[in-house]
C-alpha cells in the first residue's frame, strides 16, 4: 500500500504542478498582452502629437507596425485557447484601423489602366536622385538618359519631380529644356525652385511640369531654410483650376552602409537615432507649414512628394487630415516606394481634396528601378 500511495501522491503532485505552471503562463501573457495594448494605444496617439515639440513621439509612432503584428498574434492565441481577453486585442486592432489603411490597401484590386479624359488629370510623381549625376558608374551616362526619356514618354497632365538637377551648359542634364520641350507639339509648363548649386553651374532643387497653363506659381518657405522645399502652381484645366503642390521634406541623410552593425553597434544605433530625432523634429514643422498654406488656397488640392517619413508618422496623418490619400483609395497590397535596402520604405505619397477630386487609378512604377524611388503615378476626376 505504501508504495501505491507514494505514487498516487506524487501525480497529484504533478497535476497540481502542471496547473500552477498553466496559471503562472496564462497569469504572464495577461500582463504582456496589457503591457502590449497600453504601447499600442499610446503608439496610436503618438501621431497627434509634434516631434517639433516632444521629439520622443517621433520614435514612439514607429512601434505601430509592430503593435499591430503583436495584437494579431494576442488575438488568435486567446481564442484557441477560448478566452475572453481575445476582445482587448480585437478592440485596439479596431481602433487602429486608419493604420492598415495606411499600410495596405485593397482599393486598387479591379486596377487597370485608365485613359484620361477631359475631366480627368493625371499626376507623376518622381524622387529621380538628382538624374544620377554623382552615381556614374560609367561616363556613359545610361541612367541619367534612361530617366530623362522614361520622364519624356510618361504622359501624365502633371510631373512633380522631387531631387531635380539642372545644368544648362551640360548637353545632357540640362533637364528642365528637355522635359518641358517634350517630343510633342505642345511644350510643357514648369515652374522650377532651386535650393543650391555646385561646382559644375549645376543646381538642385524641385519642379513641376504642367501640359496645362499656370494662372499662379510660388513657393511654401519652410522657418528653417534647407536644401529641400515646398512649391505649388494652380493649373487650368477647361474650365477648372487645380493647385498643385510638389514637396520634399527633410531627408534623414542616414547612410545606408553605416546601419550594419558589425563593429560598434552602439556607435550605429546613436548614428540614426541623433538623424531620426532631427528629421522629425524639422518635418514637423516643415508639414505645419505646408497644412497651414494649403488652407488659403482657393482651388481644389493635389498634393505630391517625398515626405521622407513613413505612413505611422506625425507628418503623414498631418496631410492626411485635411486630404485623402491615393495609394489608401486605389492603391493595391503594401506598394512600398523606397528602392534600397530599406525596401519596406512607403515614403513617396499623392494626396488630394476629396470634396472636388475623386481618385480613380494609383500605381507605384515598380519596374522602374533608376533612382532609389519609384515614382507613382495617380489619376484623378474632377467633380
Not at 495577461?30 to 521629439?55: D, G, K, M
Not at 532609389?372 to 484623378?380: F, G, L, Q, S, W
Request: proline share 3%; net charge positive.
Amino acid at each position: 500500500m505504501f508504495p501505491q500511495n507514494r505514487s498516487r501522491n506524487s501525480r497529484i503532485r504533478k497535476v497540481k504542478y502542471d496547473s500552477w505552471r498553466r496559471r503562472n503562463a496564462r497569469r504572464t501573457f495577461r500582463f504582456i498582452n496589457s503591457l502590449v495594448l497600453v504601447v499600442s494605444v499610446s503608439a496610436y496617439l503618438s501621431v497627434l502629437v509634434s516631434p517639433e515639440y516632444f521629439w520622443l513621439s517621433g520614435f514612439i509612432s514607429m512601434l505601430i507596425p509592430f503593435c499591430i503584428i503583436i495584437n494579431v498574434f494576442f488575438v488568435f492565441l486567446w481564442w484557441w485557447r477560448k478566452r475572453w481577453y481575445a476582445l482587448y486585442s480585437l478592440f485596439v486592432l479596431i481602433i487602429g484601423f486608419p493604420f492598415w489603411q495606411a499600410s495596405i490597401s485593397l482599393g486598387g484590386i479591379w486596377k487597370e489602366n485608365i485613359d484620361t479624359t477631359k475631366n480627368s488629370l493625371s499626376v507623376l510623381s518622381y524622387n529621380v536622385r538628382e538624374f544620377d549625376v554623382y552615381q556614374q558608374r560609367d561616363n556613359k551616362y545610361s541612367i541619367t538618359k534612361n530617366t530623362i526619356g522614361w520622364i519624356k514618354n510618361d504622359t501624365s497632365d502633371i510631373k512633380c519631380i522631387q531631387d531635380f538637377y539642372n545644368a544648362e551648359s551640360a548637353e545632357i542634364f540640362n533637364t528642365r529644356e528637355q522635359l518641358s520641350a517634350q517630343e510633342s507639339d505642345t511644350p510643357y509648363y514648369f515652374h522650377v525652385r532651386y535650393t543650391s548649386a555646385n561646382h559644375r553651374k549645376g543646381q538642385f532643387g524641385i519642379a513641376i511640369f504642367s501640359k496645362h497653363p499656370f494662372i499662379n506659381k510660388g513657393e511654401v518657405p519652410f522657418r528653417i531654410r534647407t536644401d529641400n522645399g515646398a512649391i505649388f502652381a494652380d493649373v487650368v484645366k477647361g474650365k477648372d483650376t487645380i493647385r498643385i503642390y510638389n514637396i520634399h521634406l527633410e531627408s534623414m541623410s542616414i547612410n545606408q552602409n553605416e546601419l550594419q552593425p558589425i563593429d560598434n553597434p552602439e556607435e550605429t544605433f546613436w548614428y540614426a537615432g541623433k538623424r531620426l530625432k532631427k528629421g522629425f523634429s524639422m518635418r514637423a514643422g516643415q508639414v505645419q507649414t505646408i497644412t497651414e498654406h494649403i488652407k488659403t488656397s482657393p482651388y481644389p488640392v493635389v498634393l505630391c512628394g517625398d515626405l521622407n517619413d513613413l505612413p505611422y508618422s506625425y507628418t503623414y496623418f498631418k496631410l492626411r487630415g485635411s486630404l485623402d490619400n491615393s495609394f489608401e483609395s486605389k492603391g493595391l497590397g503594401t506598394e512600398f516606394t523606397f528602392n534600397g535596402k530599406l525596401f519596406f520604405l512607403r515614403i513617396d505619397n499623392q494626396f488630394y481634396d476629396d470634396d472636388k477630386l475623386d481618385c480613380i487609378y494609383f500605381n507605384t512604377h515598380r519596374e522602374i528601378s533608376f533612382s532609389d524611388h519609384y515614382p507613382i503615378r495617380a489619376v484623378y476626376e474632377i467633380e
